[in-house]
């Protein structure tokens, strides 16, 4: 059997492909002559399940996706203190290139312009060369996609020759001591930064990195420390997306950065993360596409971060059948939203059923949101339609409408001693 959620996957796709509206980022050559169709999507578990959709392994330049990224190396080479006497964490309310300083010249967030060229000079030990930061910020960057990342030197070379206000932005911070070296030297750092190539399933994984308190879930490796991930994912929260960042928290709700690219990430913390791509932007320097597909994801699946459920593990139990049960027994338990119903979605894909008769057990249930039920659903849908008979024991009626479709045979009933 198939998991839903790459037919998911692509038919939220399809919903938004016919939509056109934006403009590429035609002040950078190489990203004005990108494919402007191309879309992609992907969830990144936090047991390093990768689900993606459409154009999801063409590389693209990370751009200010970089930020939140190279902000967790800083922050872990230099220390919280260190970084925030450089730059604060207020939402600016501007766009990403203002040039948005406090009294004292600090930029205000690090995920606008001035912020990320501050906090690029702070990757690395102190005292470090240009070579050396670099190394490390593209070592660190690596870690997180859990795989090597590379420059694009013609997209390095296409924003290096028109990088002045990036310059003016350096020279000012330079003036205020915020930068302590040459101003241009720090601007090609963080430009050969921003073109490093990545994928949306690169993006996928290293949200779910974010996600999962700083260690990345394909690789196991611990990229930067959980208290450097509270720090960061607060930032995106409020100043991820710029200017749009109020309308983003109140209708997607999910910690998120983008980039002018295409692309956009979201880390869900403790579920998974989540990748974008499609290179049309709108005013805010953000996807079209991108902001529809959060959108649609956070409403589907109830990810909105103030959409929070009782605290409680969910666990499934797979009963193989022994002696005389003629029937496969799947026991659930706890309160389960998308994350605990995509492990559940999983296990029961990746068994063996040779038994004629499948049942769902949700006994030990007490919680079961919207799109965990409709997951669940789906899989009883698929089993019957396979030529299984399947039982969905639900003696509280956890899922009211308990109907997965009419391609298939569903059978509700309150106690397991039904099935034998």
């Given amino acids: 059997m198939k998991s839903p959620i790459p037919d998911y996957l692509d038919e939220i796709l399809d919903s938004v492909r016919s939509d056109d509206a934006g403009e590429r980022a035609d002040y950078i050559p190489e990203l004005a002559s990108a494919d402007p169709d191309r879309l992609g999507a992907a969830f990144a578990t936090l047991d390093g399940e990768i689900y993606c959709a459409g154009d999801a392994d063409s ?30 964490v207020e939402p600016s309310g501007e766009a990403f290139n203002e040039i948005s300083l406090d009294d ?16 690029h000079s702070l990757v690395g030990p102190e005292g470090c060369s240009a070579e050396e930061r670099l190394e490390r910020l593209t070592a660190g960057l690596s870690a997180f996609a859990g795989r090597q990342l590379s420059v694009d030197e013609r997209v390095y070379g296409s924003e290096l020759n028109d990088a002045h206000r990036n310059l003016a932005i350096a020279h000012m911070l330079r003036s205020y001591d915020i930068l302590a070296e040459d101003p241009g030297v720090v601007v090609e750092g963080y430009t050969r930064q921003c073109s490093l190539m990545v994928t949306v399933h690169d993006l996928a994984v290293m949200a779910a990195t974010l996600a999962n308190q700083g260690v990345n879930p394909v690789t196991g490796e611990r990229v930067v420390p959980a208290s450097v991930i509270r720090q960061v994912l607060s930032v995106m929260s409020t100043c991820g997306m710029y200017d749009a960042a109020g309308d983003w928290t109140t209708q997607v709700g999910i910690p998120a950065k983008s980039g002018v690219a295409g692309g956009i990430i979201g880390a869900l913390p403790g579920q998974l993360g989540i990748a974008t791509f499609s290179p049309r932007l709108d005013k805010h320097g953000n996807s079209v596409r991108g902001v529809s597909l959060f ?11 103030m959409e929070v459920p009782a605290a409680a593990r969910s666990v499934l139990r797979d009963h193989a059948p022994s002696g005389t049960e003629t029937v496969r027994i799947f026991d659930l338990q706890g309160s389960i939203r998308f994350a605990g119903a995509e492990r559940v979605v999983r296990e029961v894909v990746g068994a063996e059923i040779t038994e004629n008769r499948v049942a769902l057990d949700l006994t030990a249930v007490h ?4 799109v965990a039920g409709r997951m669940l659903l789906e899989v009883a849908r698929r089993l019957s339609m396979e030529g299984k008979e399947v039982f969905l024991i639900d003696p509280d009626t956890v899922i009211p409408d308990p109907d997965p479709g009419t391609d298939g045979q569903l059978t509700v009933v309150s106690r397991g001693d039904e099935l034998h």
């Fill in 104 to 119: 004292e010249g600090r930029p205000l967030n690090p995920m606008i312009n001035a912020g990320a060229i501050t906090t």
């Fill in 59 to 88: 590389a693209f330049s990370i751009q200010s996706i970089s930020k939140p990224f190279a902000y967790a190396l800083a922050l872990t080479d230099r220390g919280i203190s260190a970084v925030l006497d450089k730059v604060d």
């Fill in 295 to 305: 959108e649609r994801f956070s409403s589907d699946m109830g990810m909105h971060l």
């Fill in 367 to 370: 919680s079961l949101d919207d």
